[in-house]
């Protein structure tokens, strides 16, 4: 690689300034204020504030309910991202092969990432709310069954799992259709010739190859399941029934907005921060290994 | 189409402003609000006629989102030394303004801006749920209690005679033969908490929270696991495992279904009246009457929901003058009438009931006296004559959390409000400890 170099010692940081104006301001300032605010109990107009260590925290850790929250978070994401990933990797071997009318079939598919996450849970809340619903009123002329999720947890969970994935999937496939056009075709023939089927080509090349693609995406996955789908809690379920769907990020934003106690959802927050921190963490760490080849 | 209409609109507007404003500095009135649709109409139809009946102040209403994103934006507004002059604020945000130290207290502004209005003459509970110390701490504006609603179509179908139900028991046995009549819905409510929690409570002389609900010191434990709370929520509870109940969900969205013409009997806020009104036209006929009661308890009222118009600091004198002659024109008599009249909201003076009452208004639309005589008929104690809760949007959502895991069958009944309730005293503990 060719090495840069700069005569006036102090161009370099000049250029990167903006960036780190933008990262600072936007950032590191809000995130440290969170962080600050977490020891604290504050009142909403701003005229109260007690320092009261790390009290907010021990009122999450000891809450059953936060616990339960956490757990929520974590199987909503595994799902999301293996549900996802699975779907994506599958349609984007199919989308890979020579057919007619290809680029309009990709373009269909690459849909769904444009649309925010809100939007996205209004339309699935048209299709499947128990009363509107297209499909609860399908359903009715079938079976008796009564799809009313807003007392039933597991049917709630598998709606916004379920719209979640459609809504990353343009995303996911964008991802895999290139990770899958960038693998030599000179490999796979010669494996052909050695008389490997389809799906033996796939596992033990194809798979393998797009490793890095598939490990950049379950990161980044659990990230957006973790944290950007709170406009589709909230168009959809609003937490329930119960507290069935009530996710960290939801729960979060309702103790902080809806319930105005601003240190404990900052509280809340940090320990957001944290598993973020975490999930970054493992993404450079793995990734730039390689993982595999 | 709709969109179009309101680009003109707004268009129109910053003609008519950008043309005016040479000639007449008027001063602005900033009124942030939460009412939308037909409600949201009628709040830009009450600046319109301010404005248009003086020369001095222009009241801008802007709408900021629900309730609690209205509350938001004005935290934030304040925080940032920008708040509105007027913002509206739901009740069970009433604590949380009280205790803020940010609002400038009715009573005080308009003393100061010269400006009489006689208190006496509001309605009982609407007076006891903002005052303090017999003085108004912000301008009562939208004010409703909840009703019984019902479907006459779907009653004549079930061979049910054309009455609402008084009683729980009627509740149950007529909801059991709309059902058997092929009603997808016999009985359901909006807001589970305001409706089967705080008003069964407040109408049933019981108590909901210690310090008289809040009332006399900061409340920080909730009652509504007692026998009667208990008795409510297993009667709902058997409603869903029977049939005759069915939820569908928290905050108003349950009046989707009613609206939609599925219900036969239903719970909701008297504020309803307009939007059903415009819902069920040309599709099915309607009724009201009081909330019905359980047999054996003393008598209490129900409570007010709705919201009132606050008045931040950290404006000019001047302006605030504006804000005492708007509040001057709202509790004038005509638009009180006006008001009470296009929406279902209560009428807050006793001298606009009789208004309407003399107007014919009400022998014109009955359902609209429903609320009124409910609240007429109901006693003040002080099981009934409100509740203020710190954090109260925390509260609700702790209850209307529990009773999801009852109606599913996931808790029974007692251990559900015992849940909600041991939620609800942590997030009033953390309220009191902020303003120890």
Same mark, same amino acid.
């Given at each position: ?23 600072? @301001? $936007?950032? +590191? ?7 600050? =605010?977490? &020891?604290?109990? %504050? /009142?909403?107009?701003?005229? !109260? ?25 974590? @199987? $909503?994401? +595994? ?7 699975? =779907?994506? &990797?599958?349609? %984007? /071997?199919?989308?890979?092969? !020579? ?26 809340? $048209?299709? +499947? ?9 399908? &359903? ?154 | ?436």
């Amino acid at each position: 690689m060719k090495r840069t170099v700069f005569r006036n010692r102090w161009l370099p940081y000049a250029l990167v300034a903006p960036q780190v104006a933008i990262t600072v @301001v $936007f950032f +590191f300032w809000p995130a440290l204020d969170s962080v600050r =605010l977490s &020891l604290y109990r %504050a /009142s909403p107009f701003g005229d !109260r504030l007690i320092y009261v260590g790390l009290a907010n925290f021990e009122r999450l850790l000891a809450d059953e309910a936060y616990r339960r929250s956490a757990v929520t978070s974590f @199987v $909503f994401s +595994f799902f999301v991202t293996v549900v996802g990933l699975a =779907l994506a &990797l599958l349609l %984007a /071997s199919l989308a890979n092969a !020579r057919i007619r009318g290809l680029g309009v079939y990709r373009s269909l598919l690459l849909w769904p990432y444009g649309i925010a996450p809100a939007i996205a849970g209004i339309i699935w809340l $048209f299709i +499947f709310h128990p009363s509107y619903g297209v499909l609860p009123y399908l &359903l009715s002329f079938v079976t008796a069954y009564q799809f009313n999720w807003f007392l039933k947890g597991w049917v709630a969970m598998t709606l916004i799992v379920v719209a979640a994935v459609w809504k990353q999937f343009g995303y996911n496939l964008a991802f895999y259709l290139a990770g899958l056009q960038a693998i030599e075709s000179s490999v796979i023939e010669a494996a052909s010739v050695d008389g490997a089927g389809p799906i033996r080509r796939f596992f033990a090349i194809v798979f393998p190859l797009l490793s890095p693609v598939t490990f950049f995406l379950f990161t980044l996955n659990m990230t957006f399941a973790f944290f950007d789908t709170f406009g589709l809690v909230h168009s959809v379920t609003q937490g329930g029934p119960g507290d069935a769907t009530s996710i960290m990020v939801y729960r979060a934003w309702k103790d902080g907005f809806e319930g105005l106690q601003l240190g404990y959802s900052a509280a809340q927050s940090v320990i957001l921060m944290l598993v973020v921190m975490l999930l970054t963490a493992m993404q450079f760490r793995y990734a730039e290994k390689k993982v595999t080849y | 189409m709709k969109a179009f209409v309101m680009r003109s609109a707004a268009l129109a507007a910053l003609v008519l402003t950008v043309s005016a404003s040479p000639a007449l500095a008027k001063t602005d009135i900033q009124w942030w609000h939460a009412m939308q649709g037909v409600l949201g109409e009628r709040v830009n139809e009450i600046a319109t006629k301010f404005n248009a009946s003086q020369n001095d102040y222009e009241v801008k209403p802007v709408f900021k989102g629900s309730y609690p994103e209205t509350l938001n934006a004005a935290v934030a507004a304040y925080r940032a030394k920008q708040p509105p002059h007027v913002v509206q604020v739901f009740e069970a945000g009433t604590q949380t303004m009280l205790s803020s130290g940010a609002v400038y207290p009715v009573h005080q502004l308009l003393k100061d801006n010269g400006v009489s209005v006689d208190w006496n003459d509001l309605i009982g509970p609407v007076k006891s749920y903002y005052s303090t110390g017999g003085n108004l701490a912000s301008m009562a504006f939208n004010s409703s209690t909840p009703i019984l609603y019902y479907n006459k179509d779907l009653f004549k179908k079930a061979g049910l005679p054309d009455k609402p139900p008084a009683t729980w028991n009627e509740v149950e046995s007529m909801a059991k033969k709309l059902v058997a009549a092929g009603a997808k819905c016999g009985y359901s409510t909006a807001w589970p908490s305001w409706v089967l929690m705080e008003n069964m409570h407040a109408l049933h002389d019981q108590p909901f929270a210690d310090h008289s609900n809040g009332f006399d010191g900061l409340a920080t434990t909730l009652k509504i696991n007692g026998a009667f709370g208990v008795k409510m929520m297993e009667l709902i509870a058997r409603g869903g495992r029977e049939g005759w109940f069915t939820y569908n969900g928290r905050l108003s969205k349950a009046e989707a279904n009613m609206g939609g013409g599925e219900c036969g009997i239903f719970t909701t806020s008297s504020a309803y009246i307009a939007g059903l009104t415009r819902a069920s036209e040309g599709k099915f006929a309607w009724g009201t009457g009081p909330l019905p009661k359980m047999t054996g308890y003393p008598q209490g009222n129900s409570v007010i929901g709705g919201a009132t118009l606050w008045v931040m600091k950290g404006a000019k004198p001047e302006e605030y003058k504006g804000v005492a002659q708007f509040f001057k024109y709202l509790a004038s008599t005509e638009n009180q009438a006006w008001w009470a009249g296009v929406t279902g909201y209560l009428p807050l003076t006793n001298t606009a009931v009789k208004a309407m009452e003399a107007s014919g208004h009400y022998a014109k639309h009955p359902h609209q006296k429903t609320s009124v005589t409910q609240m007429m008929a109901g006693k003040t104690t002080p099981n009934s004559q409100g509740t203020r809760l710190g954090n109260f949007v925390s509260v609700r959502d702790a209850i209307e959390e529990q009773m999801e895991n009852i109606l599913s069958g996931k808790k029974t009944a007692k251990q559900g409000l015992d849940d909600a309730v041991a939620k609800s005293n942590d997030v009033l503990k953390e309220f009191a400890a902020l303003y120890k």
